[in-house]
């Protein structure tokens, strides 16, 4: 496995990277540059890669196997973190 993040393929009309579209947690067998990413995005769904949508029980599930951090594409900290862990 090259690359997993959590994906947010809401990206048109999303300058500021706060609204939250459907968000999926991707899995590449190598590293992606920023445009292939947003290629991806504007192309959903992609055909070589596997994803699911985003939950925390499958972010726990996918920490069991990769121990690196797993960054967040096209979504803020903030906005990822009211959605799926409000206070």
């Known amino acids: 496995m090259g690359e ?3 994906a947010n393929v809401r990206i048109m009309k999303n300058a500021n990277k706060d609204k ?6 991707c899995f590449f067998p190598k590293v992606m540059t ?3 990413k947003i290629n991806m995005c504007l192309y959903w769904p992609p055909r070589d890669v596997l994803y ?7 972010l726990k599930q996918t920490q ?4 690196e ?9 903030e906005a ?3 959605r799926y ?3």
């Open 4 to 6: 997993v993040f959590i």
């Open 20 to 25: 939250i579209g459907q968000v999926y947690l």
């Open 34 to 36: 920023q445009a292939e």
């Open 52 to 58: 699911v949508r985003f939950s925390p029980d499958s």
């Open 64 to 67: 069991v196997y990769w121990e």
């Open 69 to 77: 951090d797993i960054p967040l594409f096209w979504l803020t900290k």
């Open 80 to 82: 990822f973190l009211d």
């Open 85 to 87: 862990y409000p206070s």
